[in-house]
């Protein structure tokens, strides 16, 4: 029989990389990785469910599922609750909105947010009585002739209302337009 030795590997110079048939160096583990306590299941391995744990595992008295927790939330109508940094975003946008596109802005994000946050709802409810009682505001002024040197100033004023109506917003304050209808509570 011919006894056939595979050839010893040679040093490599610095920088290439190993030959082919040579083997891997060994693969440095770390020492730092948490271990279960002891007596502790072991944490399942790859494809594997873990056990169940025996009813009361970890818990201290009185600290177990109480009556009442665990339900589900009751759902609001079109959602949830939104953060208050939400908030006083789409209040701002409804005051700054109907600058652009009259009433209309301030009546979608009414009817979208008005259950959900209050502070929403008032400053929505705030934005769109003014935003309509503008609008009856440029008709009156469109109708009459001397109106019609009226309304840019109506308009200049109403610019710096909504922006000081938006600047209360996001400053988490509430804010009425003076000289506005109530139509809206």
Known sequence: MDDQQA??????PAGQPPHPGAPLPPQDTPQDTPRPPYGAPAPPGYGQTAPPLPPGY????GYGPQPGYGRSPVPYPGGGPISPS?????????????TFLSFLV???IFLVFKDRDLFVRRHSAAALNFHITLAIAYIVLAITVIGLLLIPFLWVASLVLTILAAIAASDGRAYQYPMSLTLLP
Do not use: F
């Open 58 to 61: 970890g818990q201290h008295p």
């Open 86 to 98: 939400d908030a006083r975003m789409w209040s701002i946008l409804a005051h700054l909105g109907g």
């Open 7 to 12: 050839p010893a590997p040679q040093d490599q």
């Open 106 to 108: 301030p009546l979608v």
